[in-house]
């Protein structure tokens, strides 16, 4: 369990997680954010540019990825905590259990983002609009769309 000590109003479970599931990481992301504390909660569109970097063989999966204004990156959050069940989160709002926010903090610390694709140069895509720390492994990319679209 993390040597972090509770924050007010946090419960946390020693249960632990089960290891039935394999995940394959494919890549990981290069960002400016180094810490969590620099990290946004919710990255602009138009903020600063990431690299999301494919690992071989998965590179070649990118064939066709520039004809999509947006992709959705599925990222593995491996620097949260996995053991609270209830969090109060800093924007308030009062103590909620983890499914009722989007923080990182769960169970299986899986990210879903959507960014705005700039370029592909090879194995790498330029992105903005990503909210993740500087390393954080990737798991998926799929093709997505505009999020204010309807």
Do not use: Q, Y
């Not at 290069?30 to 990290?39: A, F, I, S, Y």
């Not at 919710?42 to 990118?62: C, F, N, Q, Y």
């Not at 204004?69 to 009062?94: K, N």
């Not at 299986?108 to 705005?116: E, L």
């Amino acid at each position: 369990m993390p040597d972090k000590p509770l924050k007010p109003n946090e419960i946390a479970t020693e249960v632990p997680l089960g290891a039935d599931a394999t995940l394959g990481f494919i890549g990981h992301v290069e960002t400016p954010w180094k810490t969590l504390r620099d990290c946004p909660k919710r990255a602009p569109l138009d903020g600063p540019e990431s690299t999301v970097v494919l690992a071989a063989p998965w590179d070649r999966a990118l064939d066709g990825v520039e004809g999509f204004d947006f992709l959705e990156l599925f990222l593995w959050f491996h620097r949260a905590r996995r053991d609270l069940l209830v969090i109060d989160p800093a924007h308030g709002g009062g103590p909620r259990g983890v499914f009722a926010l989007r923080a990182p903090v769960r169970p299986n610390p899986i990210a879903v983002t959507t960014v705005a694709l700039v370029a592909r140069h090879g194995n790498r895509l330029i992105v903005r609009g990503l909210e993740a720390l500087d390393g954080t492994p990737l798991i998926d990319i799929k093709p997505g769309r505009c999020p204010n679209a309807p």
